[in-house]
């Protein structure tokens, strides 16, 4: 039995390391055939008098203790980089995507905030994925209707927070007809202006009747409940203000009106990426 009082010996122990020796040490770790050899048992002192016992490797074993520790440390900082790297900063790619998943964010716009109050959702401004040359893009209305590369529109929101959703039964409804025929249809809206006033019409089309309009006429499918203008939370005055600004005193209270909340809620679509 060893008895340490607890000072240090610097160097004793490492100096009785021979060039050979560590050698030995490096050809039986890298050919697996390394066994740590037995150990001393020693004693230290604790704070009420007595004695600890003491494990103490050699000075062989805390080489190589010491050289699984740097090689794992390297080994799984490396794992770490490469899965934040994947998840930490995800950008959604044209593989995960398919042509007429439906993308929602928080638009940094004026109107937005008065959206997510009168629909009581976080979500102001949608689109519709489309790929085009292997990449994907979002066709939106902004101020015209358009396609923009998804990771430029997913910039633009609040936080670069997004969630993409997709038709329930897409395996099965969206084969290559009728991605051509929501292609066929969004082609016929393409650089319309933007409606600010959100009325039901083609001359001027808002983010989500975009979107609706393009799966009813494309496919027959309709992505959320239509509503009427007054069927949503007007009280607020936000919302009071920004319709004085874009209605005066005619409030079309009979518009019919399909907001981001509604189309996001929708029982026909699953969540397939949020970031």
């Given at each position: 039995m060893i008895k340490f009082d607890g000072r240090?010996?610097?160097?004793?122990?490492?100096?009785?390391?021979?060039?050979?020796?560590?050698?030995?040490?490096?050809?039986?770790?890298s050919s697996g055939s390394y066994s740590p050899p037995s150990g001393t048992e020693g004693e230290i002192p604790k704070g009420d008098g007595r004695m600890r016992p003491l494990g103490i490797p050699t000075v062989s074993d805390r080489i190589a203790q010491q050289i699984v520790k740097v090689l794992m440390k390297r080994h799984y900082l490396y794992i770490?980089?490469?899965?934040?790297?994947?998840?930490?900063?995800?950008?959604?790619?044209?593989?995960?995507?398919?042509?007429?998943?439906?993308?929602?964010?928080?638009?940094?716009?004026?109107?937005?905030?008065?959206?997510?109050?009168?629909?009581?959702?976080?979500?102001?401004?949608?689109?519709?994925?489309?790929?085009k040359e292997e990449k994907p893009y979002v066709y939106e209305a902004a101020r015209t209707v358009q396609y923009t590369p998804l990771k430029q529109w997913i910039d633009r929101g609040i936080r670069k927070h997004y969630v993409i959703k997709r038709l329930r039964n897409s395996d099965k409804v969206m084969t290559a007809q009728a991605v051509e025929k929501l292609r066929t249809v969004?082609?016929?809206?393409?650089?319309?202006p933007y409606d600010l006033t959100f009325e039901w019409s083609d001359d001027r089309i808002y983010c989500s009747e975009l979107v609706w309009k393009i799966y009813d006429r494309g496919i027959g499918i309709q992505v959320g409940k239509?509503?009427?203008?007054?069927?949503?939370?007007?009280?607020n005055d936000?919302?009071?203000n920004k319709m004085k600004e874009r209605y005066g005193d005619q409030i079309p209270l009979d518009e019919t009106v399909i907001s981001p909340g509604d189309m996001f809620s929708s029982k026909l679509l699953k969540t397939v990426l949020e970031e």
């Amino acid at each position: 039995m060893i008895k340490f009082d607890g000072r240090k010996n610097p160097g004793t122990l490492w100096n009785s390391i021979k060039k050979d020796n560590l050698y030995k040490l490096w050809n039986r770790m890298s050919s697996g055939s390394y066994s740590p050899p037995s150990g001393t048992e020693g004693e230290i002192p604790k704070g009420d008098g007595r004695m600890r016992p003491l494990g103490i490797p050699t000075v062989s074993d805390r080489i190589a203790q010491q050289i699984v520790k740097v090689l794992m440390k390297r080994h799984y900082l490396y794992i770490f980089l490469v899965l934040f790297l994947i998840f930490g900063c995800h950008k959604p790619t044209s593989g995960q995507l398919q042509n007429g998943d439906i993308i929602f964010q928080t638009s940094r716009s004026s109107q937005s905030a008065a959206i997510q109050i009168a629909t009581h959702s976080k979500y102001s401004h949608m689109g519709i994925i489309f790929i085009k040359e292997e990449k994907p893009y979002v066709y939106e209305a902004a101020r015209t209707v358009q396609y923009t590369p998804l990771k430029q529109w997913i910039d633009r929101g609040i936080r670069k927070h997004y969630v993409i959703k997709r038709l329930r039964n897409s395996d099965k409804v969206m084969t290559a007809q009728a991605v051509e025929k929501l292609r066929t249809v969004a082609e016929k809206l393409r650089e319309k202006p933007y409606d600010l006033t959100f009325e039901w019409s083609d001359d001027r089309i808002y983010c989500s009747e975009l979107v609706w309009k393009i799966y009813d006429r494309g496919i027959g499918i309709q992505v959320g409940k239509v509503k009427k203008l007054h069927d949503f939370d007007l009280s607020n005055d936000v919302v009071k203000n920004k319709m004085k600004e874009r209605y005066g005193d005619q409030i079309p209270l009979d518009e019919t009106v399909i907001s981001p909340g509604d189309m996001f809620s929708s029982k026909l679509l699953k969540t397939v990426l949020e970031e």
